[in-house]
């Protein structure tokens, strides 16, 4: 059976996809998530790993900072980073509805893959409860439209 199929069908299981496109159902993972559209639009900043989070970073409202030995990433409402900052700005964001086990398999691999097959870019971000998924807003309707065709239920 296909994702969608399965997905009309009720099932809860995870769906695993062969080479051969068909699926099979694989225990403790969701087959069809649900996922929101938020407002907004948001950019992606690269700092120097040795600076400290920034002021301008508003404390209210959605950002993510994530911090390596070679970098400082943040992102953040579009209109809040002042120019002169390394930044990738037009970003709309998808909520996958969490909150997500961590034992479940799957759950980005559910959504990524039918994006990669459309060629909708993505960046992903994980927290504690569930998933986030950036998208180029010139692409957001074409995401939709893939997300929708693997059985993914937009609320």
């Known amino acids: 059976m296909r994702r969608r199929d399965l997905c009309a069908a009720g099932v809860a299981g995870p769906v695993v996809l062969s080479a051969e496109g068909e699926s099979r159902v694989q225990p403790e993972s969701p087959a069809c998530l649900k996922f929101r559209v938020h407002q907004g639009t948001f950019a992606v900043c690269r700092l120097d790993a040795a600076l400290p989070v920034p002021a301008w970073l508003p404390r209210d409202g959605w950002s993510t900072i994530t911090r390596t030995p070679a970098e400082l990433s943040i992102v953040c409402e579009q209109s809040a980073v002042p120019d002169g900052i390394s930044k990738q700005g037009g970003w709309r964001r998808i909520e996958l509805a969490g909150p997500f086990g961590f034992s479940l398999t799957g759950i980005l691999a559910s959504i990524l893959n ?5 060629g909708v870019p993505i960046f992903a971000i ?4 569930t998933d986030w998924i950036l998208i180029p807003g010139e692409h ?16």
């Open 126 to 129: 994980s927290t504690f409860d």
């Open 114 to 118: 039918p994006l990669a097959a459309a």
């Open 140 to 155: 957001l309707e074409k995401a939709k439209r893939a997300l929708a065709a693997a059985g993914h239920n937009e609320i």
